[in-house]
């Protein structure tokens, strides 16, 4: 099991930058895939990014470019560094990782981002 905590969100203007945490409640060595994932209103939860425990990067092409995930080990953290944000970027972002064959959430952060 683990327990997953998104931090970092919050208002934004449009062209600012945010970093999303992921704080996980055991070590993250052995978690495979962990990832980003966004809900806005009215519309269905969707991939951002992902990254493996060999460090293999995956991004929405939406995102790409101005995203950034990344793990430090040492901290049981997964972060996601979001530069150039767009107003089409707000949403809840949800941080989810896989661990023996099951997926757990946190329980998302907030990002607005204003015109």
Do not use: H
């Not at 809900?39 to 990254?51: D, I, N, Y």
């Not at 990344?70 to 944000?85: I, P």
Request: glycine residues 10%; aromatic residues 8%; contains cysteine.
């Amino acid at each position: 099991q683990v327990q997953l905590v998104e931090s970092g969100g919050g208002l934004v203007q449009a062209g600012g930058a945010l970093r999303l945490s992921c704080a996980a409640s055991r070590s993250i060595r052995s978690i495979n895939f962990m990832g980003w994932y966004r809900q806005a209103p009215g519309k269905e939860r969707e991939l951002v990014a992902t990254l493996t425990s060999r460090g293999t990067t995956t991004y929405a092409d939406l995102v790409k470019g101005r995203f950034t995930i990344s793990r430090d080990n040492a901290k049981n953290t997964v972060y996601l560094q979001m530069n150039s944000l767009k107003p089409e970027d707000t949403a809840v972002y949800y941080c989810a990782a896989d661990l023996i064959l099951r997926r757990y959430w946190g329980q998302g952060t907030q990002v607005t981002v204003a015109s």
